[in-house]
């Protein structure tokens, strides 16, 4: 069955810094991984999704890289603001399967 | 940017009672799902839908939930006598036709309360 745990489950930083966010799965037979973000009381913006054939994508200050075989997934944001505070989910599909299966979630803090 | 939407944005019901969640797809998107949250818990999926019927559902979506697309636009998520563990976030998402490639565009969600 598969598992997705995300590490740190929360983070405070000073803006400006460069952070990475940890996702990692147990079954490595996934064909996508997305990224998302929720904030207080909202509902979930994909911010990346990731093919199983790609080692990573870009948007934006955000990158996130996906190694299937060790199962983990990092997403990278550059230069953080105030305004990235939020938890970031990560989400992964399996083959012949509509359902996402959700980690736990890291709640983002940045502060001025 | 399109985007999906829900109504209502929170809903209190009592225990026992029929409930309805509303949503409206993003319009060229052909694949609708409901995920739910419990407080403090994972997003955990409940049920796809595709081509006018249930593709995929979860070991939650028992006999007391259905789901509906009554027309063009609207995808419905009916409780039929809920329980207090019920209460959660509920979301709708979306995703275009090719369901393996696309990512999935959620809504706001509708917060459910069960009394």
């Known amino acids: 069955k598969q598992e997705v745990t995300q590490i740190p489950a929360a983070l405070s930083v000073p803006e400006g810094e460069n952070l990475v966010l940890n996702c990692s799965f147990t079954d490595s037979a996934i064909y996508n991984l997305q990224w998302f973000r929720q904030d207080p009381g909202k509902g979930l913006t994909s911010l990346l999704l990731?093919?199983?054939?790609?080692r990573e994508q870009t948007s934006g200050r955000l990158n996130a890289s996906l190694d299937k075989s060790s199962g983990r997934s990092t997403l990278y944001i550059a230069a953080s603001q105030p305004g990235d505070s939020a938890t970031y989910l990560c989400?992964?599909?399996?083959?012949?399967?509509?359902?996402?299966?959700f980690g736990t979630g890291t709640r983002l803090q940045v502060f001025p | 940017e399109p985007e999906v939407t829900q109504t209502p944005s929170h809903q209190v019901t009592q225990m026992g009672q029929e409930v309805i969640l509303r949503c409206v797809p993003i319009s060229n998107h052909l694949y609708f799902y409901w995920y739910r949250q419990i407080l403090g818990q994972k997003v955990e999926f409940l049920v796809s839908?595709?081509?006018?019927?249930?593709?995929?559902k979860s070991e939650i979506f028992d006999d007391q939930f259905s789901v509906e697309r009554p027309d063009g636009s609207n995808f419905t998520l009916k409780i039929r006598s809920t329980k207090l563990e019920d209460s959660a976030m509920y979301f709708c998402?979306?995703?275009?036709?090719?369901?393996?490639?696309?990512?999935?565009?959620f809504g706001d969600g509708t917060r459910l309360s069960i009394l």
């Open positions: 990731i093919q199983s054939s790609q």
């Open positions: 998402a979306s995703s275009e036709r090719a369901v393996y490639s696309q990512p999935q565009h």
């Open positions: 989400a992964v599909k399996a083959y012949n399967t509509d359902k996402l299966i």
């Open positions: 839908f595709y081509n006018n019927e249930i593709s995929e």
